[in-house]
């Protein structure tokens, strides 16, 4: 129902656009959140947004780097805009997607709140 997609091979320093993309259901009052998982590491929140748009949180990691959206018009997608990308954001990322639950950060930077999740697409950032 969630789908990941747009990673891939980038050097230091470049950037790269992912999407989540929903099907088979509407997403458009959920929450939604990135989360990745580098190799040997558990799985780590980097980036949630709300269901209308307006508040977005970040991991420290990212911040400034990185940044969440969703589409506009039917919010049924989400985004994550990833620039100056570093050896340490590689990872398999995931998308998320959570209802009902005040959107705040203790909330939606913990992976167990999530109700729905895409499978990853992998980030690999070369030095």
């Known amino acids: 129902q969630l789908q990941a997609f747009g990673g891939g091979l980038v050097q230091a320093g470049g950037s790269l656009r992912l999407s989540c993309a929903a099907s088979?259901?509407?997403?458009?009052?959920?929450?939604m959140g990135w989360f990745r998982q580098g190799p040997g590491n558990e799985r780590e929140f980097v980036a949630a947004?709300?269901?209308?748009?307006?508040?977005?949180?970040y991991a420290d990691s990212v911040k400034g780097r990185f940044t969440i959206s969703r589409d506009t018009n039917a919010k049924n997608a989400v985004y994550l805009q990833m620039n100056s990308l570093k050896p340490e954001d590689t990872a398999v990322y995931y998308c998320?997607?959570?209802?009902?639950?005040?959107?705040?950060?203790?909330?939606?930077?913990?992976?167990?709140?999530?109700?729905?999740w895409g499978q990853g697409t992998q980030v690999t950032v070369s030095s």
């Open positions: 947004i709300s269901w209308t748009g307006r508040t977005t949180y």
């Open positions: 088979g259901r509407t997403f458009s009052s959920y929450a």
């Open positions: 998320a997607a959570t209802g009902g639950k005040v959107a705040t950060m203790s909330i939606l930077s913990h992976s167990p709140n999530y109700d729905y």
